[in-house]
């Protein structure tokens, strides 16, 4: 399961595409970033770990979320919810666009 999930993203990514995106509010997207995400990442802008892969793909995000396991302590934090990695994929991508 795991290989097929990670080989689904690195698919997803490498297409440039994004099923899972649209609907995603940047606002909150950044509010979840930095309290979620930036202690490891840092600023999205500095892309570390290839953060800004994320822009706009939250399909990419949600496997991530789930495969990675530094990482899996999102999904107990968003139980069952698609919203967040919505949001999050839209802030990146806003971001990812300003640079």
Do not use: I, K
């Not at 997207?29 to 840092?42: A, F, P």
């Amino acid at each position: 399961m795991f290989v097929a999930r990670l080989a689904c993203a690195l698919l997803l990514a490498a297409a440039g595409t994004s099923p899972a995106s649209g609907g995603g509010n940047p606002g909150n997207g950044q509010s979840l970033y930095q309290t979620w995400c930036s202690g490891c990442h840092g600023s999205a802008s500095n892309n570390l770990s290839s953060v800004l892969n994320g822009a706009n793909n939250s399909s990419l995000l949600l496997s991530a979320w789930a495969t990675y396991s530094p990482m899996q302590f999102l999904q107990t934090a968003f139980p069952s919810e698609t919203q967040p990695a919505a949001d999050v994929a839209a802030y990146l991508g806003t971001v990812a666009s300003r640079t």
